[in-house]
């Protein structure tokens, strides 16, 4: 069985401080990794994926997510926050063996103050 | 690459009738595409996954007889909520699974979402 935890449900932050969202998984089988982000009343894009290969993901607009296998976390972090980033993100895992669903935390908002 | 379209963006309809919402991957084929319920300020849950050629495997407590799903083509998907209620009001959000033989290992796109409102 696999699970998502993200820690806080709300972040905020001013613009330019570091982002850092948190996301801890609970998988019995080597867990692909996902970070996707919602803007309101849209669906959801990839920001980036951890499937095996490096630990340090790099993904679009800045972010990146370091995988810890020992903490068994996933947190996505960006240097400098701008106000375009507020938005919902979400956490997911998913295995080969479960035909590639996906398992969703509960979603932490982010909120980017001036 | 990798768009999903959805339709329609929003739908209105009264108590009872049913409702049909379109999910097409546009520039790939999708063998898998999975659908989604979205309740204000919550996450995603997972109604059913829809195969081409075969029937949805739902999740537990989602009523298959409720919402009929149909994978008709390898870019198409459809959800139909049968005898709509106000409880059924949400956000319906569609995602297409990239091909296992592109590489990027369970990889989803996901659509733009249907604001449903049952009166």
């Known amino acids: 069985a696999q699970s998502v935890t993200q820690l806080g449900s709300h972040v905020s932050v001013s613009e330019g401080a570091l982002v850092l969202l948190r996301c801890n998984y609970s998988s019995s089988v080597p867990p692909y990794l996902f970070w996707y982000v919602q803007y309101p009343n849209q669906g959801l894009q990839l920001l980036l994926k951890?499937?095996?290969?490096?630990?340090l993901v790099k993904g679009i607009n800045g972010f990146e997510a370091e995988f810890k296998k020992s903490e068994t976390s996933f947190h996505l972090t960006k240097p400098s926050a701008h106000m375009s980033d507020a938005a919902e993100y979400f956490c997911?895992?998913?295995?080969?063996?479960?035909?590639?669903?996906?398992?969703f935390g509960q979603g932490t908002e982010l909120s980017v103050k001036p | 690459g990798a768009v999903v379209s959805q339709h329609p963006s929003r739908v209105i309809c009264k108590s009872g009738t049913s409702v049909k919402i379109e999910c097409r991957s546009l520039?790939?084929?999708?063998?898998?595409m999975f659908w989604y319920r979205q309740f204000p300020k919550k996450s995603l849950m997972l109604m059913a996954t829809s195969n081409e050629g075969s029937k949805a495997t739902y999740e537990q407590g989602v009523e298959k007889d409720k919402f009929l799903i149909n994978h008709a083509s390898l870019t198409l998907s459809t959800l139909t909520v049968t005898s709509a209620h106000p409880e059924d009001s949400s956000f319906y959000i569609c995602?297409?699974?990239?091909?296992?033989?592109?590489?990027?290992?369970?990889?989803?796109?996901f659509g733009p979402g249907t604001r449903l409102t049952v009166t």
């Open positions: 951890y499937t095996s290969a490096a630990t």
């Open positions: 520039d790939f084929q999708a063998t898998t």
């Open positions: 995602s297409a699974r990239v091909p296992p033989t592109s590489g990027r290992a369970n990889e989803q796109y």
């Open positions: 997911a895992v998913s295995a080969n063996n479960q035909g590639g669903k996906l398992i």
